[in-house]
């Protein structure tokens, strides 16, 4: 069965401090890797995904995530977080088909 | 370009009641989606359409839920009679490419 891991359920962290968000993901042969941020009273956006080609992916406004396969995991890290990046956090996988299959979110909150 | 919309946004209603959701997903896009998202857990895919299409529902309970898209455009989800672990949000998500966009969500309340 297909399964999404996000090993913390919240991350308190201060502003211009790193964070990182940990996801694995059971083992398959080809997956396509996403994150999804939600913020407070509105709907999923996505933030990054891996489809192929380059291990390492950015976002527009400084997120990037590595997909490691030998690890099964697509960590999402930021060098220096502000408020407004204060959200939840979803890593989700296709396998393929394009069904999503999310974890359970991390929840970053951010203080001054 | 207009996103995903759905209504109501929120919903209260007593258990053995009914109740249904509305979803109009971004023009042109065949692919729609279906997600209950309970509090404190991830969005778990419930219906996939393609066109008017039923492609996957293996996770719906269907003995209560039922859900339609005739024209291959707009889509609605229902809920009869409701239940009180029926309490979540509502995520209707359209897809082009390899990019799902999702609505606000409706968030429904079983007392």
């Known amino acids: 069965a297909q399964s999404v891991t996000q090993l913390d359920s919240q991350v308190p962290v201060f502003e211009e401090a790193p964070v990182e968000l940990r996801c694995n993901y059971s083992s398959s042969v080809s997956v396509y890797l996403f994150w999804y941020v939600q913020y407070p009273n509105q709907g999923l956006q996505l933030l990054l995904k891996y489809l192929s080609g380059s291990t390492l992916v950015e976002s527009i406004n400084g997120f990037e995530a590595e997909f490691n396969k030998s690890q099964t995991s697509f960590h999402l890290r930021k060098p220096s977080v502000h408020i407004s990046d204060t959200a939840e956090y979803f890593c989700a996988v296709s396998y393929g088909d394009y069904k999503l299959s999310f974890g359970a979110g991390t929840t970053v909150t951010v203080r001054a | 370009e207009a996103g995903v919309a759905q209504s109501p946004r929120y919903k209260i209603i007593e258990k053995r009641q009914s109740v249904a959701f509305w979803c109009n997903p971004i023009?042109?896009?065949?692919?729609l989606y279906w997600y209950q998202q309970i509090l404190g857990q991830g969005p778990k895919l419930l219906i996939q359409?393609?066109?008017?299409?039923?492609?996957?529902d293996s996770q719906l309970p269907k003995d209560r839920f039922s859900a339609e898209r005739l024209k291959g455009v707009d889509s609605t989800l229902k809920i009869q009679p409701a239940k009180l672990e029926d309490s979540a949000v509502y995520l209707c998500?359209?897809?082009?490419?390899?990019?799902?966009?999702f609505g606000p969500g409706t968030r429904l309340t079983v007392l």
């Open positions: 998500a359209s897809r082009s490419a390899g990019e799902q966009f």
């Open positions: 023009s042109g896009h065949a692919t």
């Open positions: 359409f393609q066109n008017n299409g039923v492609v996957d």
